[in-house]
């Protein structure tokens, strides 16, 4: 519900990532589904906290967060699958996964510390 924080900073500057990372898979390594789940699902991370900002309850905001932790999840696994197929080399994999989990921490910590506050 709060504007220019650190989640909405981490989760864009991932996005563009995960957009960069894309665009280098389809031209370079000619990967066209794994890339394309990869990215709905890192540049959803940020879009869902975006939402929350217009949450209209925190009920809505903890429903929104929950999602983005849940994209966060699906992004790690979609980033070990290209790993252990070779289309990502193991140093650019264990970057992005390092930034995934941050964020997953950090949405951990929101979507717990929310559900606290909210019972």
Not at 25 to 49: M, P, W
Not at 64 to 77: D, G, M, P, Q, V
Not at 108 to 114: A, D, E, M, Q, V
Request: aromatic share 8%.
């Amino acid at each position: 519900m709060k504007t220019n924080n650190i989640i909405q900073d981490k989760s864009f500057a991932f996005a563009i990532r995960i957009v960069n990372l894309y665009k280098y898979l389809l031209a370079e390594k000619k990967e066209f589904v794994l890339s394309k789940q990869l990215l709905r699902s890192g540049t959803s991370i940020g879009a869902n906290v975006e939402e929350t900002i217009g949450g209209q309850s925190k009920k809505d905001f903890i429903a929104k967060i929950s999602i983005a932790y849940k994209e966060a999840i699906e992004t790690k696994y979609w980033v070990k699958l290209l790993k252990a197929t070779q289309y990502l080399e193991e140093k650019e994999a264990d970057s992005i996964l390092h930034d995934v989990e941050e964020l997953c921490k950090i949405l951990s910590s929101i979507l717990l510390s929310s559900k606290e506050a909210n019972s």
